[in-house]
């Protein structure tokens, strides 16, 4: 994996004067009126930049409505030439595309179910060589960050560098109260893998139902992402698909008002001065943590060396089970979370079973 993609700053494409960039619209381009006028009250918030909506939609089911495909296409011109913004469509193939360019869809992006396929996602970026679009690609369904990272790559080498990611969370398997979780790691990882790719979020997938709608988005904008991509329909619960996540967009207007917008640093030297000393005492704190863990390594390896010369088994499931309950009263009395710790020591153990396979069989293990 090459840790490189030419991407251009947001604002060569969206000029946002600073502000995260919000997308917003209906999930499904249902009707003319319908979309007209949701992109009519999304406009008069003054703070949404581009209206989405789907034309064409990846259902899980045949039978389910499936977009209205090409006969949407005119509406969008509609929308587009009544609000005077830029509109965005989803697409997962390459006549998706030229159908989208040829009624000036300004943006598009490549949704999670295709994403998880890298000859659909090659198809798209040969679709695209030549043309000058924004284009922003889902994370894939599973959370699997190589994925991911493999679209960007594959649109980026078919020469687009107006590239972004919109993260709208994962489907583990897990339970959750969220309808896909969002396993905010992730995009810290791409992140700090490609520090110039724009990445914006998409609470309503993530969230599933409205009530989550606002804490999801305020994650986002407190890990600085770029932009925020929800949907929003002018009369929600009668939506042909995902009724329960779409707000109207007075209640999204609502919503905007009260997030809280943070910058990624302060030149108030009081702060500075403060944020230093405490990152110091961090870094010394986190030195003592590594220098703790490599002296406990050591301690295992040497009980290994024992119990390979007694013939006893490394894994001792009465002294796992006590550690694991007394690191995690130590926490709850110390006010850690205990899972946090739970979790930490679940590593720690998988690592001294795998030195101390080493120890006991004389070999290396992966
Ligand atoms: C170190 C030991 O071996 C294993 C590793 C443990 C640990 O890392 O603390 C605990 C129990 C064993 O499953 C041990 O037996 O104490």
Redesign the pocket.
């Known amino acids: 994996m090459k840790p490189d993609l030419a991407v251009e700053p947001l604002d060569s494409w969206i000029k946002t004067d600073g502000k995260p960039l919000i997308i917003a619209g209906p999930c499904s381009a249902e009707t003319e009126e319908q979309l007209v006028e949701t992109a009519r009250q999304l406009a008069q918030l003054g703070s949404v930049h581009v209206i989405r909506a789907g034309v064409w939609k990846p259902r899980t089911r045949p039978g389910s409505f499936e977009g209205m495909g090409e006969t949407a296409l005119p509406w969008i011109q509609r929308a587009k030439a009544e609000t005077g913004l830029p509109f965005a469509v989803e697409v997962a193939t390459p006549q998706h595309i030229e159908l989208a360019l040829k009624y000036g869809v300004d943006v598009l992006w490549v949704g999670a179910r295709t994403t998880v396929n890298p000859f659909n996602v090659q198809e798209i970026a040969d679709a695209l060589k030549g043309v000058d679009v924004p284009v922003l690609v889902k994370n894939p369904v599973n959370p699997d960050l190589a994925l991911w990272v493999g679209a960007f790559e594959r649109i980026a080498g078919a020469g687009i560098t107006k590239l972004g990611a919109i993260h709208r969370g994962f489907s583990t398997g897990e339970a959750s109260k969220y309808r896909n979780i969002p396993m905010w790691q992730m995009a810290i990882e791409l992140r700090t893998m490609f520090p110039q790719l724009p990445i914006i979020g998409d609470p309503s997938h993530m969230a599933g139902k409205r009530a989550y709608l606002n804490e999801l988005a305020q994650m986002a904008m407190d890990l600085k992402y770029d932009g925020l991509i929800v949907e929003s329909h002018i009369d929600p619960d009668k939506a042909w698909s995902d009724a329960a996540q779409q707000l109207t967009p007075a209640a999204f207007g609502e919503m905007l008002d009260h997030l809280q917008i943070r910058q990624l640093a302060s030149s108030d030297v009081t702060f500075k001065g403060a944020m230093e000393q405490l990152r110091n005492n961090i870094d010394s704190v986190d030195r003592q943590i590594v220098e703790m863990l490599a002296a406990r390594m050591s301690l295992?390896e040497k009980?290994a060396e024992y119990?390979r010369d007694n013939n006893v088994s490394?894994?001792?499931?009465d002294?796992?089970k006590e550690?694991l309950e007394s690191r995690k009263q130590l926490s709850t009395k110390l006010n850690l979370y205990p899972e946090l710790v739970e979790e930490i020591y679940k590593i720690?153990?998988m690592e001294?079973?795998r030195k101390?396979t080493e120890v006991m069989n004389n070999t290396p293990v992966a």
């Open positions: 295992v009980l119990k490394l894994f001792q499931p002294r796992w550690i720690i153990h001294s079973i101390q």
